[in-house]
């Protein structure tokens, strides 16, 4: 399958007022510029150098999407440019965020990853925190950055009513935190959920925005050791 009946086969499974966002992390410059000449301009890494050289090479008018855990110290390389940031997975890091969009007078906005999958992982909120932070005082502050809504994973399995319960578990505490009431900073209006393996059951439960790779470049190459 080439590049464009990968990217029209997705377009055509996804209704209008989902946003799709290619991820092309570890894939070469040339296939994103094959990618963009198609017409697509949303693309979504996980690692700020990466996406960094990336940006410097290729058109102005692509929107940079970071979708992967950010070190506090990573994001002033990507603070001048990043289109959308959807794995922001605690205060701190938003902190770090609008401290650094503020030095080149940007609002950038953002998603509240939360934890959603039975997998262990390091990253995100958990359900309980997410809601604690949206009461917290600290908004005030955050002049700087936009929330616009929360990012979450389902859990890697084949077990498709797991997935379903997770994204909606997803999709009813975004429905709750949309009722409000919200810090000024926060516009509860994007769902991220979705990737290549699952974006289909993400759609009918409600995701405005999907991540997908694979399904559009075909397997990433392995990262080789060091
Ligand atoms: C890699 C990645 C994706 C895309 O994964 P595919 O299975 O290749 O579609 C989506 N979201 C995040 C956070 C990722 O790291």
């Known amino acids: 399958m080439s590049l464009q009946q990968n990217l029209n086969e997705i377009k055509n499974s996804i209704p209008a007022g989902v946003t799709l966002i290619a991820v092309s992390k570890s894939q070469p410059i040339g296939k994103i510029r094959e990618l963009y000449d198609l017409g697509q301009r949303v693309f979504g890494e ?10 410097e090479s290729l058109p102005g008018n692509i929107q940079w999407h970071m979708i992967g855990h950010l070190q506090s110290n990573k ?17 701190k890091v938003l902190s770090e965020i609008n401290r650094q969009a503020a030095r080149f007078d940007r609002v950038i906005p953002c998603l509240l990853q939360v934890h959603i999958a039975e997998e262990e992982t390091k990253f995100g909120f958990s359900p309980e925190e997410v809601t604690q932070f949206l009461r917290s005082g600290t908004w005030s502050e955050m002049a700087h950055v936009k929330v616009m809504g929360l990012m979450g994973m389902a859990t890697f399995t084949k077990n498709e009513e797991q997935i379903r319960r997770e994204f909606k578990s997803l999709r ?49 190459a392995k990262k080789k050791q060091a």
């Not at 994001?75 to 205060?91: E, G, L, M, Q, T």
């Not at 290549?196 to 790779?213: F, L, N, P, W």
């Open 172 to 220: 009813s505490l975004f429905d709750k935190l949309k009722q409000g009431p919200v810090p000024p900073a926060v516009q509860m209006t994007e769902l991220s959920m979705g990737m290549t393996g699952d974006y289909k059951i993400a759609i009918e439960e409600g995701s405005t925005m999907v991540r997908v790779g694979t399904a559009i470049f075909g397997e990433r």
């Open 75 to 91: 994001i002033k390389y990507i603070a001048s440019y990043v289109n959308f940031i959807h794995s922001v997975d605690s205060p």
């Open 46 to 55: 996980n690692r700020a150098q990466e996406m960094t050289t990336k940006y």
